[in-house]
Each structure stands twice: as C-alpha cells, then as structure tokens.
C-alpha cells in the first residue's frame, strides 16, 4: 500500500534539508515558527501541529522554511535528525491515539490561540487543502475521519465543555457541540450535560444549541431528554415577559424552539397556553413538521394541545372555512379543512368530536392518518379511530363509491367487504390501493383477483399499476406473461416489487428469462435482488456478463464463485472487486495470487466488506497478510490465524488490538466456541478484567457484548456503566450469565421495579425481559403503554415468557372486554379476547389459553386470524384450538379457499392429514404458504404433496420449475421414484433452492443423482458447483467423497457438511477435514465427531483454529505480529498514519471495517 499523501507533514516540515543547516539561518524567523520549534522542543507535538496550522492559514509557504526552523532547533541544541524525530513523533501521537484521555490533557494546557485553532478544525469544516513540498493534505478529510473516533470525539466534546466558552465565543462553541455531538455516539449526550453549560446564553447561541438538540433527539435516552427539556425551559422561561403563575411562558415561538421536546410538557403547563399564542403557532409554516416528528406523544398531552388548538378560533370541524378569533391581522382569515388537518400533524392520530363530522371531513381526516404508523405505541387507539371515521366516511355511500378516498383506512377493510367490492371500483382506485402498506395476504389477494378480473390480461400496464398489489398474482399467471411484457416490467420501477415476491412467484418470472423464445429478457436485465435466484445452470449460459452489469446485483455465494474465476481470465482484481458482491467468490487461490502490492492496495476494500466475505475467505486473507506484512496485521485478521498468535500479541499492543476487535462482530467470525474462549481470553488479559471509564467502552466497541458476567457484575467501573449500559442495549444475544449480571447491577443502581420513574422504565426498555415476572408485574401496572411499547420494538425475537406474561396482564387489566357472546358449550362466561386485545399483545398472544382462543367472537376471529396466524409461541393445544374455531366460522376444511388458507398462517400446523387432504390446494401459491410453516410432521407433508397433485391434475413429470420452489420442504416427502420423475430441465433452475432443504439422506442421494445429469461426475465438480447444490451434496455416497480434492472442502455449504450421515463423514480423510475451513468444521455435528478417529480429531480442529492447510506457512508460535495497527500497512506507515492526524483532533482513531 503507498504511503498516504496526507501524511506527516510535521515531520516533513521539519527534516527537509536536515544536510544542510547554518547556524545563522534561524535569524528572522517568523514568532509562530519558533513557538512551534519551541514546542517540538518540549515534546509538545501536538500543540505544534497546532501552531503549524495557525502559521499556515495565514502565510505563503516558502522552499526555505524547513531549512530555518532546523537552523533554530540545532542552535538550541535541539538536533534531529529525520530518523529520531520520526520516532518521537509516532510514540507521542500513538500515545494519543491509544489514550485519547491524553489529548484533552494535551489541550487543556494549550495556550488560547492553539486552542482557538483545533476549535476551529471541529467546527469551520474546512476544505483547505494545502501542498507541502508535493506533500497534500486534506484538512476536511482528516476533520471527518477524527470525528468518527469515539475516544478522540468525548476528548475533544469535555475539553469544548470546559474551556470552548472561555477562549471563544458563545456561538463558535455551540458550533464546537453541535459538530461534536452530531459526530458521536448517543452515549456522550447524558444527564449532568446542561448543568457544564453556562447559565443566560445569548439568544441566537440558544436557539442554535436547541437545534441541535432536537435533531439527536432520538439517540438520547429519556431521563437525558428530560433533563434537556428542563434546560431549555428554564431558557426559555427565565426570558419570558410571563411573570404570574396563571400567566404560561409558553409562547409561539417558544414552542417552535422546543421542537420535539414539546412533550415533555407538563400537561397543567399546556392548559394554560395562550389561544392566541397556539392560534400563532399552528399558522407557521414550519409548525406541521414539527408536529409531523412527536412520535413519542401520548394521547393525554395530545388531547390537551388539540383542545389549545380548537380554543384559538380553528374550527376542525368546518370543512370550508376556518376562523382564527383574536389573531389581530391573522382574524377570520379562510383556511380549507383539509389544510388545518393537514397542519395538525401526528395530533391528528388522536382527533376527538367525531360525532360533528361529515363524510368530506372525514375522509380528509383519513388521508392525514397515514403518518399515524409513525407514533410509538397507541396503535389500537388509531386503528380503533380508523375504524370510526371509516364507518363516517361511508356513510350514505357504498364502498364502491368512496374506496378510492379513503386511504390507508381501507387495510380495515373486512375480507367480506372486501368480496363485496366490484372489479369496477377495485380498478378506479388502483392508485390508492397499490400504495397503501399494512395489507394482510389474505387481502392482497381478494383485491389482486378484482383488479385482474377487471383487466382481463397481466400486461405490462396492469403490473406496472399493481404496486404492492403484485404479490397477490399467482405464480402460474406471472409464467404465463408475454415475455416481451415480463422484460418491460423487469426494466421499469415495477421490478422493485418483484423482489417482495414468494420465491415460486420469482420463479415464475425468472422462467421466462434466457432462452424463453423472442423477446424475452436476458439474464443480465434481471434486476438486483431477484438476479440471485438466476440459476447457475443458466448463468453457464449467458455470455453478455461482465464486471460492470453485476454491479448492482446480489448474488448467492455459488453465483459468485463462477462469476469471478470466469471474469478473471480477462479483468484484474481490482476490477473485478469494484463489481458489487462479486468478492463473495473470490477463492483462496485467487487471494494466493495476489501480489504483494495488489494485496496491500486492496486491503482497505476487504476490510469495508467485511460483511460479504465468509470466515474461510478472512482465514485466507489473514495468511495472505502474514506472508506479506506480519509485522502489520489487522486484528480482525490476526484473530482469523489460529488462537496461539492473538495470545501472542504484547501488552504494550493491547489498545490497537482491542480497538481492531471492537469493530467486527467476533462470533461471526470466530465460529468455534472454544477459540471464542481464547480470544476472549485475551480480550480479559488486555482489560486486567476490568473497564476502568467510558474511554475503554469506547474502545471496546462490539466486544462489550462479550465481557463475562464476573467483569460486568464487579469489573465495570461506576463511571463507565453508563455508557457500558448505552452500549450493552445493542447487544442482540447476552448469555443467561451476562443478562442476570446486568440485572443486579441495575437493581443496585435503579432499586426495585416498584420504584422507577417513567423515565427510569423507558431507558431500561431493552433490559425489561431480565427480570421476573413478580418484579415486572409493578411496571404492568403503573406503566402498562411503556411495556407494551417496549414488546412492540421486539421484532424477530420471542422474548422469555415471563415478559410475555406481564404484556399479557397489562393488556388484560386495561380491556373493556366482557363475558362473550359466544354460544359453544364451555364459553359461558369466559372474558373471550377482543381484536383490539389481540392487537395489542401481539407475541404475548401465547398466553391465551386455548378456552379462551375457542370463545373468539365470529367477527374478533375474522379480523384477527392472520395476527394470531403470526404469533410463534403458540403450543399444539392452542393451535388446535384457533383450528377448531376456524372450522366453526369458515365451514369444513374442503369449502377453505386460497385466503383462508393463507390466512391462517402457523394455524394450519394444527390441521391433521384427513383435513389437509379435504383443501383445495390447486394453487401452487397456496401450496407455498403452507410450505412456510415450519414443523410439519412426515405425514403431513405427504398430504400436502398429494393434495397438490391431486387437486392441480399435475404428474410429476409435469411440474415446472416454479412448482418445485413452490412445494418447498413438502419435496422431502417424495419418495425415491417420485423424485427421478422430475424433469431435468425443471430441476436445474432450481437447485439452489432445493439445496436449502433438510430432506432426508435417501432423498438428498436421489437429488444427487439428478444433478449429477445436470453437473456431470461429482469427482468433476468445481467449487462453485459443490456451493450451488447445498445440502444436495450430502447425498455423496463414501466413495464419491474419498476422492473429492481436499481444495474443494470449504466450498460444501455448512448446511451440506451437517446432514451427511456420520458413518459417511468418517470417510473423510484427515487432509480432508483440514481443509474443512473454519465455517464448515464449526458445522460438524456431535454424531459426526463421535465417529472420528484420533487424526481426524486433529484435524478437524485445526480447521476450527484456522491453521493453514501449507504447513510451510503455519509459523511457529514464536513468530508473533510485532504490532497490530488498525489496518493494513507496509513497514513504515504506521508513523505515518499517526501524523497525518493532522487537524487537531489529531489522535485519529484507525479507519476500521463497519
């Protein structure tokens, strides 16, 4: 890699010429340059960069400025020479880069005008690039880069705080803030903040502080928001002409420079705002975006600011003309209703009075109520208010007639209202439905089947209309499309809805790509994430591919590997590498043939796209590294080597090593439990088991999710746990351990449940599944919309039960529900769950028992099966419960059609093998959607697999390609006969797939046989064949896996490596399972291990170590990294790197993969 050019000016400054000095040369130098000699003197070389740039910003540079300075250092006696002061250099500004704590040191003890100077480098955004001696630096550059650091950021953010509004002015230093704070974690924003602030700032300094406030509102924590709000009110209020307590500071402008923080209000505060004030307020301009942002608004504060807003003269009833009474010019000015609704913003979700409405009105309020998904929480509420102007809005006219105004509402729609509508009117209103988010399956599809009634064929026009609506046509109707249509859609903004299509459904448009007859569209016209479900049997085929059409497409692994060995032949790996995702099949080979400088000259690249490389390729880079740069290693790639040279790695290089770590997230990749355990262990010996400030937070970054439960419990110092705790909330997957660790230290700082504020409750949010259900219970009962809203942020996790439990108790205690109405026998009495409940709970709708699901109103059941079809945490005895309640409403099984079936989502589980036969399951569609429920028993399956073939009228032989994508995991209940069947031009466009099924070991053997058809003798097969097939591979018979080359084994996919039998797998030899590679030997089963002999043990651990599959390259123990920079350099730059610093902050922290 070459040297960067903005480095180490400093020291270029002051070794040029160093041949030539003359004692009498330092006459006449300039007063800045000998306060700068005079520092590099002291050893300050901070404060004379510093100087350095003062100097500059004012003075031409001449040739013979390093020749005087020089002069004047050696006639002090200060000699350097260019070696030493490199040296003293790069010690003293690694120093400050591995202890940012030294720099606000270092600045606490400049003088005024160095101070001024690195202020302004934070704030000015200087673009000034300056050429010394052909030496370039790019002064922006270097401010960006230092306000990424976390550690140079929170030096310079408290030194800003304790001197800024000393040395500069009041304005200049809320500069300062503003670009430190944007630039920061939301951590540094805490509590104490506005008490380091001075007190009676100027106004124009005021109000741009507050801006920056409430632009990182959202990163700041409740109890700092509040204490934010108390500061700007006490601002505010300490300059307002209001003197008595009747009389509210709360003017106009007042409310518009809080911003977001308007809803910290208190709500006594809001009663006494002034109409006219409020009447002033809701005419600015600027007045709906502001409220268009309270997310966080509850229904209380917003009632009260409506209530405000109606006694200011604005009458949010009247349609035509709104009056503004006591507004002097601004009295009886006309304003349309749909203006004023417009102006109400995120208050609108909350609009009361509907008993005055007319239809017009309502309507208009409707449409402003699409923002309402914004709020956080209260979402029944608004369904519910929803739910009622629609029943105004339609009042005196069908929904035939007013489907097209009436918004986002129409999601409220009933699937039989939704049957009532006309193909007509389905059509007329297009526009609006094929936009409108939230719709369930089930709808989509009654409306998808009213428009294309309408318009008879699925043309280019009718798709490009669909918008949203598209996911409800059939996989069989898309192949059915004309291809020249097919390549119009896939060329136009239609195609960004093809990707949110069912795979069967992708696979019925990708059959009409590449040799589909005249016109269709060629592989390369796939669009980007649908390009990833083209077949490699098809991708063989095309020959129009090159680095430059792939840039914007994903690609599956087995895609890439082709990709990139057929384009290397003819493009440089820098090309090849500029191409999107095609990294992802750069082979080891490929990395081994890298020279030295094309390999330095990419490792900025690798190191940006971490997140597409997988462990074997890191593992393949790191010894890439070791052979070229040792010496400077990155730690993400020295933790890649095995775990002997991470713990190798000195203490005096700890800092550099955590930093490295920090940035990745480690258990993607360090796979093995076991070297986890090792390099964690380092981690520990780095931090002597303790985290002594925020700094080392900092510096921890992603690795805090790491730290043992002994370090977090007793280890995490009181000065550090704040930002550790800020840090801790993005942890996705703390262990048992760690999580009761978090837990105690919560209770010592907070006290028990039963005594936390609001504010204590919201900041702990993601910590409120730690503790038990008795200690919950107080917070579902004096907080319940806090811990509803809390479950609502909790997606893609099933959080622990007893959470759940207390969602439940707080949704229960505040229903209005009553005994149901239900006539089953055993419903009598029972409080039966109502829709809104249900809404409500979402997950925690697994607490319901299955009494209670069998009592479901007919009308609760229809509006909800399809949230209660969601729910994952739903046993057998209460599937089967909503299963029997659906045959109650719907009738047997065999009058089901295609959205019930849809409808019911995990429910189907419960149906058994004679109901299952009973569907229609013609529809390859509905055939998919069971397919996505996983745990189906063996006999189910086979049920399904044969409805479908029964119903559709379908041999086997007859299937499509999209048919098999379609059947999904029901293709596992073929037996051997059925599948040799299937015709091998449908089955190679769709092995990928089908190589994402865990079938049986038969089944997988007789796919094998297929793709051998297809892919020719497995003893023949490349890399990015083994990848494509996935667990198809599995069904490798012993002697076809003895004599697979061992350079092959990292390409078996991890899914592949656990389904082989174990009595197969012990045929692997020991060279073999070296070559495993990390990912796939972390995929070994316990079975499979068991059956190992001694050598394969062995070697099946080097694999997890990351060893080196060439001996000759596996060093010795002693051959440890002698400094592990944060990223990639040759001998000699890391000095330079450290230098060029340059701006003030100075103490860059290392550009590092994100």
């Keep these: 890699m070459s040297l960067e050019p903005r480095t180490y000016v400093l020291f270029l400054f002051l070794s040029h010429g160093v041949a030539s000095l003359s004692a009498n040369s330092s006459q006449g130098l300039h007063p800045s340059l000998q306060k700068m000699a005079e520092e590099v003197i002291d050893g ?26 020089l002069a004047y250092l050696n006639a002090r006696n200060a000699a350097f020479t260019a070696p030493s002061l490199q040296a003293a250099v790069e010690q003293h500004l690694q120093q400050r880069l591995y202890r940012p704590q030294q720099l606000r040191e270092d600045l606490r003890g400049a003088d005024a005008q160095q101070f001024r100077t690195a202020m302004q480098c934070v704030w000015e955004d200087k673009k000034d690039r300056w050429e010394l001696e052909g030496i370039v630096v790019d002064l922006g550059a270097i401010r960006r880069q230092a306000l990424q650091s976390p550690g140079v950021n929170r030096s310079l953010l408290l030194i800003a705080l304790e001197r800024c509004f000393q040395e500069l002015s009041a304005l200049e230093c809320v500069e300062v803030l503003g670009a430190l704070l944007r630039g920061s974690p939301g951590s540094f924003l805490q509590p104490g903040l506005p008490a380091r602030l001075p007190p009676g700032l100027r106004q124009d300094a005021f109000r741009n502080l507050s801006a920056v406030f409430r632009d990182l509102y959202d990163q700041t924590s409740a109890r700092t928001q509040g204490a934010l709000y108390s500061w700007m009110a006490g601002e505010l209020r300490a300059s307002s002409s209001a003197t008595d307590g009747a009389t509210s500071w709360v003017s106009a402008e007042n409310l518009w420079i809080l911003g977001r923080y308007m809803v910290h209000l208190p709500l006594e505060e809001i009663t006494k705002i002034s109409p006219v004030e409020m009447g002033l307020f809701i005419s600015y301009d600027n007045a709906t975006k502001q409220l268009d942002t309270v997310y966080d608004i509850t229904p209380e504060l917003a009632q009260a600011f409506l209530e405000r807003i109606g006694s200011s003269g604005f009458d949010m009833r009247n349609a035509s003309t709104v009056h503004r009474q006591g507004l002097g010019a601004y009295a009886l000015r006309p304003v349309p209703g749909p203006l004023l609704s417009h102006r109400l913003g995120l208050l609108v979700c909350f609009h009361g009075d509907l008993e005055l409405l007319d239809a017009a009105l309502a309507r208009v309020l409707l449409h402003q109520m699409i923002k309402c998904s914004r709020l956080r929480g209260f979402q029944a509420r608004v369904q519910k208010l929803k739910a009622d102007l629609l029943g105004i809005a339609t009042e005196n006219q069908t929904l035939n007639e007013t489907l097209g105004s009436l918004s986002d509402a129409v999601v409220g729609l009933t699937p039989s209202q939704l049957e009532a509508l006309s193909p007509e009117a389905v059509h007329g209103a297009i526009s609006t439905l094929s936009q409108v988010s939230g719709w369930a399956k089930s709808q989509v599809l009654i409306l998808s089947a009213k428009y294309l009634a309408h318009e008879k064929v699925l043309s280019f026009h009718s798709v490009s209309q669909m918008g949203v609506l598209l996911a409800g046509v059939g996989a069989q109707a898309l192949s059915g499309m004309d291809p020249r249509a097919l390549a119009q859609v896939l060329r136009s903004a239609g195609s960004l809805h093809v990707s949110s299509l069912s795979p069967a459904q992708q696979q019925g448009i990708l059959s009409k790509v590449a040799g589909a007859g005249a016109g269709a569209p060629a592989v390369a016209e796939v669009p980007g994430a649908l390009f990833e479900e083209v077949s490699l049997f098809d991708l063989r085929r095309e020959l129009g591919l090159n680095s430059t059409v792939l840039k914007e497409k994903a690609l599956r692994r087995g895609q890439a590997l082709f990709l990139y060995e057929l384009l290397s032949q003819t493009s440089r790996p820098a090309e090849l590498l500029s191409a999107g995702q095609l990294v992802k099949g750069m082979a080891c080979s490929h990395i081994d043939a890298l020279s030295a400088d094309s390999f330095l000259a990419l490792s900025q690249y690798f190191e940006n796209n971490l997140a597409l490389l997988s462990p074997y390729q890191v593992n393949c880079l790191a010894w890439k590294a070791w052979e070229v740069s040792r010496s400077f290693m990155q730690p993400f790639l020295l933790a890649a080597l095995p775990a002997r040279y991470l713990a190798s790695v000195p203490a005096s290089r700890c800092v550099p090593l955590l930093i490295g770590l920090g940035r990745i997230r480690l258990e993607a990749l360090v796979l093995d439990p076991h070297k986890r355990t090792l390099v964690l262990r380092k981690v520990q010996q780095c931090l002597n088991s303790s985290i002594a400030d925020e700094y080392t937070v900092d510096i921890l970054g992603n690795l805090l999710c790491h730290v043992p439960a002994a370090v977090i419990q007793h280890g995490v110092s009181p000065r550090a746990w704040a930002t550790a705790l800020h840090g801790l909330r993005a942890c996705p997957d703390l262990s048992p351990e760690q999580g009761a660790a978090v837990r105690l230290r919560l209770l010592e700082q907070h006290g028990p449940p039963q005594n936390w504020t609001a504010e204590t409750t919201k900041d702990l949010g993601p910590f409120l599944v730690l503790f038990s259900g008795d200690e919950l219970s107080s917070v579902a009962t004096k907080f319940p919309d806090i811990l509803q809203q809390t479950a609502s942020k909790m997606v893609g996790i099933l959080p622990p039960k007893e959470f759940l439990w207390a969602v439940f108790e707080s949704v229960r205690n505040s229903s209005e529900r009553g005994p149901g109405t239900d006539p089953s026998p055993g419903c009598h009495g029972v409080e039966a769950p109502s829709s809104d409940d249900i809404f409500r709970l979402a ?146 466009v769709v092995v990928a797939r089908i190589g994402t099924l865990l079938c049986s070991t038969p089944v997988l053997a007789e796919f094998k046989r297929k793709a051998e058809v297809v892919f020719g003798d497995p003893t023949k097969w490349s890399s990015s064949v083994l990848q494509e097939l996935g667990t198809i591979a599995a069904g490798l018979t012993k002697e076809e896996l003895r004599v697979l080359g061992q350079d092959l084994m990292p390409y078996f996919q991890p899914s592949a490596i656990r389904c082989l039998p174990a009595e197969i797998f012990r045929e692997l030899s020991a060279r073999q399972i070296a070559a495993l590679g990390p990912e796939n030997a972390a995929a070994v089963t316990p079975a499979q291990r068991r059956q190992l002999r001694a050598p394969q043990l062995q070697s099946l651990q080097r694999a997890l170590d990351g060893a080196r599959t060439r001996p000759s390259l596996d060093a010795p123990p002693s051959a440890s990294p002698s400094q592990t920079p944060s990223s990639h350099s040759p001998p000699g730059a890391s000095a330079a790197r450290a230098l060029w610093l340059g701006c003030p902050l100075l103490v860059l922290a290392p550009t590092l993969p994100r």
């Design 843 to 988: 997950e925690a709708n697994a607490c319901w028992a299955p009494r209670d699901l069998r009592c479901l109103g007919e009308a609760t059941f229809l509006r909800s099966v399809e949230r209660l079809g969601a729910v994952r945490g739903f046993l057998q005895p209460q599937l089967t419960a909503l299963k029997e309640k659906a045959i109650q409403v719907w009738d047997t099984p065999s009058s089901w059609r295609e959205r019930h079936i849809v409808a019911l989502g995990r429910i189907a589980l419960a149906l058994n093998e004679s109901e299952l036969q009973q569907l229609d399951l013609s529809s390859i569609d509905t055939v998919a959607s069971l397919g996505q429920q996983s745990g189906w028993t063996p006999g189910q399956a086979r049920s399904i697999l044969r409805g479908f073939l029964e119903d559709s009228g379908y041999r086997i032989q007859d299937l499509k390609s999209f048919h098999l994508v379609g059947l999904g995991t029901t293709l596992c209940a073929m037996n051997v006969t059925e599948i040799s069947l299937i015709k091998i031009s449908e089955f190679r």
């Design 44 to 69: 300050n070389y901070l404060n004379a960069f510093l100087d350095l740039i003062q100097f500059q910003s004012s003075h031409p540079w001449t040739a013979d400025l390093p020749h005087a300075v």
